[in-house]
């Protein structure tokens, strides 16, 4: 390796490093998040590292130079950071950060290359790993309400409610058989009840898809 390689190495270290994630499915968010490192304390600004995200794993890095972009602290200090992490139809995920002076320790170890000694700054407690998982916003359902041997019928006054994993609801058809249910249970599926007056109850198990705010399910009741 020569000197001006091993400089560019010897100016980058990762110091926080790990995975963002949907928590239902495992896999990494289906849209773009943002991630943010920033000091905890007002003015909340950010941390002078760079950041490396790559979307199709949900792996993200902040690194940068071991020498000055991070403090040397003296105990008992602390240094106070959050990550914040936000993507469109998530929650937004704020994870607290305190570093020691143990975790920040600074060292310099040498090298010789090429003749000469090189100093190899490093913060040998680091990189922290941290994974992320962000909870997709609940979503609202809407649809009709129907007689089964006749769909053209609206069944007004019907209760619509979910059971399973959680329950919600209920909400009533209107005279159109229409209804909206909100704030769903965050969950790959939701178990339904719909009841009323002169027909059997009906319930289904319906599978949830967050890419869309606004799902549709729409019921046939028999007599």
């Known amino acids: 390796m020569t000197l001006t390689a091993l400089s560019g190495v010897a100016s980058r270290q990762v110091f926080l490093a790990g995975s963002i994630h949907d928590a ?6 289906w849209t773009q998040p943002s991630i943010l490192l920033r000091f905890q304390a007002a003015p909340q600004r950010p941390l002078a590292l760079r950041l490396r995200h790559h979307l199709p794993t949900g792996l993200y890095a902040f690194y940068g130079d071991p020498r000055s972009a991070l403090p040397v602290l003296a105990a008992p200090d602390t240094l106070d950071l959050e990550l914040v992490v936000s ?22 170890p040498t090298r010789e290359v090429e003749g000469q000694t090189v100093a190899l700054a ?9 994974d992320v998982l962000l909870a997709p916003l609940p979503l609202v359902l809407v649809g009709r309400v129907v007689r089964a041997d006749d769909p053209s019928v609206a069944v007004v006054g019907a209760s619509i409610a979910v059971t399973a994993p959680s329950p919600a609801g209920p909400v009533v058809s209107n005279p159109l058989g229409a209804y909206t249910l909100p704030d769903l249970p965050v969950a790959e599926e939701i178990t339904l009840q719909v009841t009323a007056a002169g027909f059997s109850t009906l319930t289904l198990t319906r599978r949830l898809d967050y ?5 549709e399910q729409h019921f046939h009741l028999t007599t």
């Open 24 to 29: 239902l499915s495992g896999r990494a968010p």
């Open 122 to 130: 490093r913060r040998p407690a680091l990189p922290l790993l941290l």
């Open 211 to 215: 890419r869309r705010p606004v799902n």
């Open 87 to 108: 993507a469109p139809r998530y929650a937004t995920a704020t994870v607290p950060i305190s570093l020691t002076e143990a975790d920040l320790q600074l060292v310099e």
